[in-house]
């Protein structure tokens, strides 16, 4: 992997596997659970400078990547929440680099990061009370043209919260 590639996917790239035990989706979940307050903690050392510092050229600054988990996540809680009501739903794609520069995303990380606690507790009863059968629903993505099921899509936000969260460690490290 070279240094770019390393900046830009500093715990690896997300594949998704072809199935997941029980025992993966509720170790993933329990990672959704636990990214809220490793970014806090992470963000409070942040100083101002390093908040509107970008992780790499032309990445997104600290403050832009702590907005966007919250945004993220946000999207990935509803998209679940229609796939365990509606049938194989299509799902609202979004452009997440114009949601990076919306007017909010200047104000202080602290209101997402409030978000993001208050997201991740409900969001996770949610995925504690999924069953086995519902781990298999999926939705379709407008945008990649796939089908995403349910326990993928817990193992891809688990995996996107960590790795934004080694975007903040590059920064804070500089």
């Known amino acids: 992997m070279n240094n770019d590639e390393q900046l830009r996917y500093p715990i690896g790239r997300f594949t998704a596997n072809d199935s997941y035990t029980l025992e993966d989706v509720k170790a993933n979940i329990k990672r959704i659970e636990a990214v ?23 990445g997104w600054t600290a403050r832009q990547v702590l907005h966007h988990v919250s945004d993220s996540h946000m999207n990935a809680y509803i ?33 997402s990061i409030a978000l993001l606690k208050a997201l991740h507790a409900k969001w996770t009863v949610l995925l504690n009370g999924i069953t086995q059968e519902q781990l298999g629903r999926q939705f379709y993505h407008p945008d990649s043209k796939k089908h995403v099921r349910i326990d993928q899509a817990i193992a891809s936000y688990a995996w996107h919260g960590e790795h934004h969260l080694g975007h903040l460690k590059i920064v804070a490290g500089k």
């Open 79 to 111: 998209r679940i929440k229609w796939t365990l009501t509606e049938e194989t739903p299509t799902i609202k794609a979004y452009d997440e680099k114009l949601w990076a520069d919306t007017f909010e995303t200047k104000a202080d990380p602290a209101i």
């Open 36 to 58: 809220p307050a490793s970014i806090e903690a992470l963000s409070s050392k942040l100083t101002a400078k390093q908040l509107n510092t970008p992780y790499r050229e032309g």
